[in-house]
């Protein structure tokens, strides 16, 4: 089926769809403007012949995105309305975003001033911190010019994600997709990672202030010479912000897009915009300190509430008395000595807890801003160290609580693990009884065999 002209629309799934016009066409399918007549909404189809697919594979990515674009809700991506399947095509059903793609800018040797790009990277960091903190990480793995839309407000949205992916390959390895220039050097090796996007999203911001497309920029080496690319003229907080981006080595790279502050701006600000991290990666920092603060608040009150049952607890068993007995076998320390235990172990998983949960990665955190993205990944670690120590604590303080717990049922344990009908016995208390032992040793043993033999004789 083909689009159809306005006067003239074309229409899907019984009616519903009444198709104006053509929004684009791909290598894998066809986008088609159209009105949905239930509301009267304007919404863009994606169209996939199935019956034209080279491969399985190409099925299986509109597919893919279908199922991933369901589960997203974010101000800079497609809104989905439904997808189905209609004479032998697949069709996938979103809100139609009202606005431009870049690379329609760039066919009219437009492009982006400072302030737009600043604004580009605010939106792109919002999207990709988005996409790659759902578990697994959806990774778009092919943002270009073309996929991004420039909203009549100044803002942009991500859209096209026919080569996403959203599941962990266990076998290694993925199939390579994307557009050359666009692409992660790891990609061709099928490697795509979150990293990935950073630098799609710092080689389409690149493109679109120098006009050239990214191969034909100067290179040094494997990596884009930005500097050499942007020119006398480019502010520094660009030159800095991109080549972190656009770093060859997805583990030098940087791991998220750097923002700059400046996305708030208007087009025609004239103000410079601030260099990265001088306002933004301060604030992120800040959240996450006082987030990090109101969880060791909850956790020492979750302690000390803790704490004070245990004493309770204790003070009781003490007073009773009779709580303690002898053990089957094994033995049970007094109930002061286990108190001090339990006490000894909730303070180490408080101490481990401030240490290596809050206060070692908030110091690497602050650390990793003048001295690099390597100190990220060590706060990370820490914090998995912290989280290992204090399960580990856990384990160990439930063991000690189990410990205590164990002599006041041993009698019902015995009861339920060997039980045997008897009769019924009663229990007579008798007064206790002094045992004499005799300790002189015998002299006989060591007399003659002779006298000892007379002495019985006698």
């Given at each position: 089926?083909t689009?159809?002209?306005a006067s003239?629309p074309?229409?899907?799934r019984?009616g519903?769809y009444a198709?104006?016009?053509e929004l684009g066409s791909?290598?894998?399918a066809d986008?088609?403007?159209a009105?949905?007549k239930?509301?009267?909404?304007a919404v863009a189809?994606?169209?996939?012949q199935?019956r034209g697919a080279?491969?399985?594979?190409d099925?299986e990515?509109?597919?893919?995105e279908?199922r991933?674009l369901?589960?997203?809700?974010?101000?800079?991506?497609?809104v989905y309305?439904?997808?189905f399947?209609?004479?032998g095509?697949?069709?996938?059903?979103?809100?139609k975003?009202e606005?431009?793609?870049?690379a329609?800018?760039?066919?009219?040797r437009e492009g982006l001033?400072?302030?737009?790009v600043?604004?580009f990277?605010a939106?792109?960091a919002?999207?990709?911190?988005y996409?790659h903190?759902?578990?697994?990480a959806?990774?778009h793995r092919?943002?270009?010019?073309?996929?991004?839309i420039?909203r009549?407000d100044?803002s942009?949205?991500?859209?096209?994600?026919g080569?996403?992916?959203?599941q962990l390959k266990?076998?290694g390895?993925?199939?390579?997709v994307?557009?050359?220039?666009?692409m992660?050097?790891e990609?061709?090796?099928?490697?795509?990672?979150?990293?990935s996007?950073?630098?799609?999203?710092?080689?389409t911001?690149l493109?679109?202030?120098?006009?050239r497309?990214?191969?034909d920029?100067?290179h040094r080496g494997l990596?884009i010479d930005?500097?050499?690319?942007?020119g006398?003229?480019?502010?520094?907080w660009?030159?800095r912000v991109l080549?972190s981006?656009?770093d060859p080595?997805?583990d030098?790279?940087?791991?998220?897009?750097?923002?700059t502050g400046?996305g708030?701006?208007?087009?025609?600000?004239a103000a410079?915009?601030?260099?990265?991290?001088?306002?933004?990666?301060w604030?992120?920092?800040?959240?996450?300190?006082r987030?990090q603060?109101?969880q060791?608040r909850?956790?020492?009150?979750r302690?000390?509430r803790?704490?004070?049952?245990q004493?309770?607890?204790?003070?009781?068993?003490?007073?009773r008395?009779?709580?303690?007995h002898?053990p089957?076998?094994g033995?049970y320390p007094a109930?002061?000595l286990?108190?001090?235990?339990?006490?000894?172990?909730?303070?180490?998983?408080?101490?481990?807890f401030?240490?290596?949960r809050v206060?070692m990665?908030?110091l690497?955190l602050?650390l990793s801003?003048p001295f690099g993205?390597?100190?990220?990944r060590?706060?990370r670690?820490c914090q998995q160290?912290?989280?290992?120590t204090?399960?580990?604590?856990?384990?160990t303080?439930?063991a000690?609580?189990?410990r205590m717990r164990e002599?006041?049922?041993a009698?019902?344990?015995?009861?339920s693990?060997?039980?045997?009908p008897?009769p019924a016995?009663?229990?007579v208390?008798?007064?206790p009884?002094r045992?004499?032992?005799d300790?002189e040793p015998?002299?006989?043993?060591?007399?003659e065999?002779?006298?000892?033999?007379?002495?019985?004789?006698?």
């Amino acid at each position: 089926m083909t689009a159809s002209s306005a006067s003239n629309p074309g229409t899907l799934r019984s009616g519903r769809y009444a198709i104006v016009g053509e929004l684009g066409s791909g290598s894998q399918a066809d986008t088609l403007d159209a009105i949905d007549k239930l509301n009267g909404r304007a919404v863009a189809i994606k169209r996939f012949q199935v019956r034209g697919a080279k491969s399985w594979k190409d099925v299986e990515l509109a597919e893919r995105e279908a199922r991933v674009l369901s589960t997203l809700s974010h101000a800079n991506l497609p809104v989905y309305v439904e997808h189905f399947e209609e004479e032998g095509a697949l069709y996938l059903v979103m809100e139609k975003i009202e606005g431009e793609t870049l690379a329609s800018i760039r066919r009219r040797r437009e492009g982006l001033d400072q302030a737009e790009v600043a604004r580009f990277l605010a939106d792109a960091a919002s999207v990709l911190s988005y996409l790659h903190s759902r578990v697994p990480a959806i990774i778009h793995r092919d943002i270009k010019p073309g996929n991004v839309i420039r909203r009549r407000d100044g803002s942009f949205a991500f859209v096209d994600f026919g080569s996403v992916r959203d599941q962990l390959k266990p076998e290694g390895g993925s199939t390579v997709v994307g557009t050359f220039g666009y692409m992660a050097p790891e990609q061709f090796q099928g490697r795509a990672l979150p990293a990935s996007d950073v630098y799609a999203v710092g080689a389409t911001a690149l493109a679109l202030v120098t006009g050239r497309e990214p191969e034909d920029l100067p290179h040094r080496g494997l990596a884009i010479d930005v500097r050499a690319a942007l020119g006398v003229g480019a502010e520094p907080w660009l030159v800095r912000v991109l080549s972190s981006m656009l770093d060859p080595d997805p583990d030098k790279r940087a791991a998220r897009v750097p923002t700059t502050g400046s996305g708030r701006r208007s087009a025609g600000s004239a103000a410079p915009a601030p260099a990265p991290g001088s306002s933004d990666d301060w604030r992120e920092l800040r959240d996450r300190g006082r987030e990090q603060r109101r969880q060791l608040r909850e956790e020492s009150e979750r302690l000390r509430r803790e704490i004070k049952d245990q004493v309770r607890n204790q003070t009781r068993r003490v007073r009773r008395g009779s709580d303690w007995h002898a053990p089957r076998s094994g033995f049970y320390p007094a109930p002061l000595l286990m108190f001090v235990a339990v006490l000894a172990l909730t303070a180490a998983r408080l101490a481990a807890f401030a240490a290596f949960r809050v206060l070692m990665p908030s110091l690497l955190l602050l650390l990793s801003l003048p001295f690099g993205g390597e100190l990220r990944r060590w706060a990370r670690a820490c914090q998995q160290v912290g989280v290992e120590t204090d399960r580990g604590l856990r384990r160990t303080l439930d063991a000690v609580r189990g410990r205590m717990r164990e002599p006041e049922g041993a009698v019902q344990d015995r009861e339920s693990d060997d039980f045997t009908p008897e009769p019924a016995k009663t229990r007579v208390q008798s007064p206790p009884r002094r045992v004499q032992v005799d300790l002189e040793p015998d002299m006989d043993a060591y007399r003659e065999p002779e006298q000892r033999e007379r002495r019985e004789q006698r």
